[in-house]
């Protein structure tokens, strides 16, 4: 190759890499907006709460892995490094406060909590969330109204910091980057992806084999989200082959700790946590948005719920709740295709094409 095919070569390519690698929109498939469902670890544990509670009308449940009671940091950071230590604020008072959020419209009837199903867990060699304060959401939801046989609270696994899998990942009581870990419960591999997911859905159907077999779309998050989120400008969302075809989906939201995003560890959290097995099995699309790491605001990349997005942190309207919102209801909002139309992008979608 000549020396000036060379150089002409070269700068088309720096000139088509960030084009060819950008995001692309966040899909759209067949479902329903008031069938999902949401969990995290950590600071995504606390952040499921919320979005739990301030959007109670159309979450089907929750998942909390090493996280407190809805509203416990009282908005300020000094308060939720208390509450990550155990010293909550009272049940009844963070009750109190999400009461005079529904009074004030801020957040959805706390009535709804009634009807929706909840999976707690603390791990007895976790350093970082004390049990007590995953003992105090359990206290709180109890207090709302969920009923016991709705709430299910696993505190006796010896794990540390971390959401736990069947294999892959560190020793079971780690505390420690991936924040990934592999326990065993009567010799079999705790699949905690799994425990939550049929907490909220008994009905759920066994996952698939090993190796999922959808696709994961990296999405362009810019168009869901405002400068006060502080979100990362790219997320991820799995799907499975039956969203591809058209078939009725329905969104379930996992999100990650701090020092947990893609910018932080790569593709673990979104490719060997576990979600996307049960995914196939269950038409479910996972939703997997990202928060990056943000220098003096947020340098840990964690949600928020201790209110650095905003004094409206914890209600519908918070920058970031609104935000998720927002992509798991875009998620589901195609029309049912009809198969005389639909056909051809059906199958188009079905190959992976855009």
């Not at 909840?118 to 709180?140: I, N, R």
């Not at 020793?171 to 905690?192: E, R, W």
């Not at 859905?201 to 066994?206: F, I, S």
């Amino acid at each position: 190759m000549s020396r000036h095919r060379h150089l002409l070569l070269t700068t088309l390519l720096v000139t088509l890499t960030p084009a060819a690698f950008a995001a692309q929109p966040l899909p759209a498939f067949n479902g329903d907006a008031a069938q999902s469902s949401v969990s995290g670890l950590s600071s995504g544990a606390f952040m499921a709460f919320q979005y739990l509670v301030a959007n109670s009308a159309s979450v089907k449940g929750a998942g909390v892995v090493a996280g407190g009671p809805y509203y416990c940091a009282v908005g300020n950071l000094p308060t939720a490094l208390s509450c990550m230590n155990g010293l909550t604020p009272a049940p009844a008072a963070l009750l109190a406060s999400a009461e005079t959020f529904e009074l004030m419209g801020q957040i959805d009837a706390l009535s709804h909590l009634a009807k929706r199903r909840a999976y707690l867990f603390s791990g007895t060699s976790d350093s970082v969330v004390q049990p007590a304060a995953v003992e105090a959401g359990d206290a709180f939801l109890r207090l709302a109204g969920m009923p016991d046989a709705q709430r299910r609270y696993v505190g006796t696994l010896p794990a540390g910091h971390a959401l736990i899998t069947p294999a892959f990942g560190n020793a079971c009581d780690a505390n420690k980057t991936p924040y990934i870990s592999h326990c065993a419960v009567d010799d079999n591999g705790y699949d905690q992806a799994g425990a939550i997911l049929t907490q909220i859905d008994p009905e759920l159907k066994p996952p698939s084999a090993d190796i999922p077999a959808g696709r994961l779309v990296a999405f362009d998050q810019k168009p869901f989200t405002s400068w006060r989120a502080r979100m990362a400008s790219e997320g991820h969302v799995y799907v499975p082959r039956a969203c591809e075809r058209g078939e009725p989906c329905r969104v379930h939201i996992a999100l990650h700790g701090c020092k947990q995003s893609s910018k932080t560890i790569g593709d673990l959290f979104y490719t060997r946590t576990g979600y996307n097995r049960w995914a196939d099995s269950n038409n479910l699309l996972i939703l997997y948005p990202q928060v990056d790491p943000t220098p003096m605001v947020n340098p840990s990349g964690c949600w928020d719920w201790w209110g650095y997005s905003g004094a409206d942190y914890a209600w519908k309207g918070g920058a970031q709740i609104t935000a998720i919102k927002a992509m798991a209801d875009h998620l589901v909002s195609a029309p049912l295709p009809s198969p005389a139309t639909d056909a051809a992008a059906i199958r188009q979608r079905g190959a992976g094409l855009p």
